[in-house]
């Protein structure tokens, strides 16, 4: 019975997070669809406002849980600008809760709204975030040889004439680095060594084409790519031995106590434009990653091992930041569900929000 109650409160530090940030869901896409009528008639910079500040919202409302709920400690190794930028944001990948670090260095710099993802194309199939992401700017791309470079070029290109800030998170490597698969490992390894490049240990080859489409598309449009590499902690084992990163659930249940950061800033001027040398470019960039991770996991040096060169600052995120969007989405969820009418209301924007979004993601150019 003892041992039922720990996995069933343990369950529960997972549970609760979810189905408050699942089950306002609903109430967000139909204030999103309010803010939608309401801006039909005006200007497309004003509905791109209204909807980059209740994505805010929403994600203020995620980063509730994720930062302020489990307590984790964030330290950045670099300095994060003070003003807002249009940025291409480039980093190693490993796990779901990857795509929250970036959030939580834009809610730093007060470009949460802004930040709008490259993703794989099979998660357009999300229910209700799928096809929203789309429309917030987000880009689906599918892999290798079926790459649709000119949708891409085209989704961009728009965004830029219409002036859309951007704060877009790109992971090169295509898919999660994984220590436990090593193969793999291994065929990314071989890779760079069939192609002249230098192999790599702790992150996987870069896959270059959608970075270079993206930075070339909006170089008139960006000032810098932030450069950023991530560390859990925790995968680091007691015999340099380096272990999975945490999924979401794992890292909202609290097993996740600090998280590393290191931040480089890259003018875009630095940044070649001719597709053989931003390849390089690019490669030499996750080098540093890789030698940095390396010195994190197997220094001999326990003034190394365990940290990134430079000197770290603790970062905390107030919880008046986070905890307004909560109160709001929760307000307005809950008259949703207390009444029969309410509640048809709520399934019915899951049903048809569905319905419609995957409609606007196959139709959609």
Known sequence: ???????????????????????????????????????????????????????????????????????????????????????????????????????????????????????????????????????????????????????????????????????????????????????????????????????????LTPRMKASHIAIETMRGHLDAVYDVTVVYEGTLGTSSERHPAPSMPEFLCKECPRVHIHFERVDVKEIPPESVFFRRWLHERFEIKDQMLTTFYESEDPDKKGRFPGEGQRSHLSITKTLPSLLFLGGLTLPMLLTESGRKLYVRTWVYGTLLGWLWVNVSP
């Not at 939608?36 to 980059?52: E, G, K, Q, T």
């Not at 190693?92 to 260095?105: E, G, R, V």
């Not at 209700?128 to 689906?140: D, E, M, N």
């Open 1 to 203: 019975m003892l041992l039922s109650l720990v996995v069933h409160t343990y369950s529960l530090r997972y549970w609760f997070p979810a189905a408050v940030m699942i089950g306002t869901a609903p109430a967000y896409i139909l204030s999103w669809g309010a803010c939608r009528l309401i801006s039909a008639f005006l200007p497309s910079r004003i509905y791109r406002r209204m909807d980059d500040h209740l994505y805010n919202i929403y994600q203020s409302l995620v980063l509730f849980f994720f930062e302020n709920y489990t307590g984790v400690e964030i330290v950045i190794y670099g300095d994060i600008p003070k003003n807002k930028e249009n940025v291409v944001y480039l980093s190693n990948h490993q796990c779901t809760a990857d795509w929250i670090i970036a959030d939580m260095l834009a809610i730093r710099q007060k470009a949460l709204g802004h930040v709008r993802y490259v993703l794989k194309d099979g998660l357009k199939w999300l229910p209700l975030y799928g096809w929203y992401f789309s429309q917030h700017g987000g880009v689906y791309v599918k892999r290798s040889a079926k790459f649709d470079e000119k949708a891409m070029k085209k989704k961009l290109s728009s965004q830029t004439v219409l002036g859309t800030p951007m704060y877009l998170v790109i992971f090169p490597e295509g898919t999660r680095y994984n220590p436990e698969l090593k193969k793999m490992i291994s065929d990314s390894q071989a890779f760079s060594a069939k192609e002249g490049l230098a192999v790599l240990d702790h992150v």
